[in-house]
Every structure is written in structure tokens, then in C-alpha cells.
């Protein structure tokens, strides 16, 4: 069942100090993104096993994707969840909150000037940034303390539900006619804060462009792999005090995203072009290298795009519950 509850008043005691406002005082607000914060979190989606009928109430599915050899690749996610920590492998499924007043989510317009893309509007889907190490909490620890680290988001208690969630995926892949077994991915106490979305129109292209960062601290990351039916499965591979911080798109190779005429969405990054043999130097420095022919700019031609094409489906009850808060955030 979808219940997804959206409360913009807030209306607890202990965050009285904010002010309620109507939509005149709203429609005066100028200069300043919108600040997204949620409480009593959880989310939790999949894909069920057929019935006598062949049917599945539940679907969640990324199709479109062919290999190396040209054959159809099929995604099937069995379970997708976002939960408070403890979960124990997605088992037993609780709240997390996403976001703190003083750091939430945000929605932004930014200046591309101050981002390396000139005279232009960026529209900005941001994590709680990261902080000042002598006010964050270490990224890593599920016991860390104010002063201890970059991040905003804290980890749970035993009174306090904390900010880190517990963040795990199953799912099996299909190359043409050969399915693979569940690969389970479980990531615990996890924080994404600093992780971004940021999109632009590229007039010449006539395309949507963008960047893209994702970081994501976690003290456990494990992968396992089980059999189709679950009776069976293989050893846990776990990484400890897991880091990953992946950019995709810059102010020089900006992603592109585009839909094509069947309905697929397109998701390309440009490479950069790789220089002739003998116009770098064996130093790889400019004084050393021609300049007229290491430097040249990337091809545009499509033979030099890196393009992958994709559909999701999504379908049945998604269980996602709690409170979203909305305000203004930012400075004008």
C-alpha cells in the first residue's frame, strides 16, 4: 500500500521555533531553493514470484540493455529498500530520517558560472552537504560524536533514530535465455551526504545535460549471491568501512540524457579524444608534446559516444511511508 504522507506544518513541540506560512508569505519568497526533510522514513519495492497464474502483483524491472554480443539483458529486482539501521540485511525493516533542519535535502537553482558551466541556470537536487570537520560527524563510525568528521547525517542510538539508512538491493540478471542467480548488495548505516544531481539544456545538442556525484560512506558494504529460489546461498564478501565518492559529468564532459523514439531513455558521456601516437611527449607534458594536435577537442561524431539505453518498469504496491517537510532553504 502506498502511504506516503506528505505534512508541510510541522506541528511536534520541540520544533515549535518554526513559523507556519501561508501562501501569500510563501509567493514572497525569493532567492532561496526549497529544503526537503524526512521523517519516519522507509521505502521497500520488488518483484514477486509468478503465481499458478503467471502473474506478479509486483514488478520492478530495467530492460532495453543489450551485452557485448548484442543479446538482451534483463534486470529483475526482487527487493529495493531504504530502512533505519539494524535491518539486518533488509530482514526487519524500520524508519530512518533523511535530512536535518539545519542540513536537508535541497532543491536548488544554482549560478553555472560558479560551476564551470558560463551563463547558465542549473537546476540542483542535493544531500545534506558536508560539514566542517570540527561540527560533522565521522562518515564511517555508528558511534560518532559532533566534531568527529564531514557529515551532517548521524547515526542512530538508542533513543534517536539517527540520519543513516540502512540501504540494500536484490536482484538477478538475464542474458538472453541465461539467468543468473540473486546477487544481494546490503550497504549499513550508509550516508550519501555531498551526492548531487545537476541539470542543464544544452542548446546546442538540444539535449538535457548534467552532473552527477555520488558518495556513499558506509561501515559494512557485502555482496553475496544466492540461488533463484533462495535455498542456497554462497559466502558474504564484506567490505569494512567502505568509501566511494564517483563523479559523472563535468564542466568539460557533461552527461547527456535524451529519450529515444521507442520510449527508451539514452544516458551519454562524451569521451575525451585520445591523442595520435608521437604527439605526446615522452615526459607527458605540453612544453614537450604538439601542441596542434594533443590538445584538440572531443569528437562529436556519434562513433565517439558512450550511450546506454534502458527502460524501467515499475508496478504493484510500493511501500513507502512518513513525513515530508518543505521550506525554504538557502540564502537569496
Known sequence: MLCLFIAVVWCIPSLAELKILD????????GVGIG???DSFLFSHGTDKPDVNGDQARVFRLTGIKSSDGQDVDITVNHLYIA????????????????????????????????????TAILELAAPALMSATEGFDCLSTSAVAGSGQCSSRPATDTWRGERADIGVQMNVAVGNDRSPNLNIHARSAVVDGSYIRLWGDDQRRQMAGQFRLNLYSPEVSINACSQDGSACSSRITMSDFVMELP??????????????????????????IPAAGTIGESGQRADSDPATSS???PTDPG?????IFAAEMRGDIVMQGNLLVFPHGNP
Not at 99 to 106: D, E, Q, S, Y
Open 248 to 273: 559523472i559529468g563535468n564542466s568539460l564532459q557533461p552527461a547527456f540524457f535524451d529519450v529515444d523514439g521507442t520510449g527508451n531513455f539514452l544516458l551519454e558521456v562524451d569521451p575525451i579524444a
Open 84 to 119: 533505519g539501521a539494524g535491518s539486518n540485511y533488509g530482514e526487519q525493516l524500520t524508519p530512518v530520517n533523511l535530512g536535518r533542519l539545519n542540513n536537508p535535502w535541497g532543491i536548488d537553482v544554482v549560478d553555472g558560472d560558479n560551476i564551470g558551466v558560463p551563463a
Open 296 to 298: 584538440t577537442a572531443r
Open 36 to 38: 526537503l526533510v524526512l
Open 304 to 308: 565517439f559516444q558512450q550511450t546506454t
Open 23 to 30: 501562501d501569500n508569505e510563501l509567493s514572497e519568497v525569493d
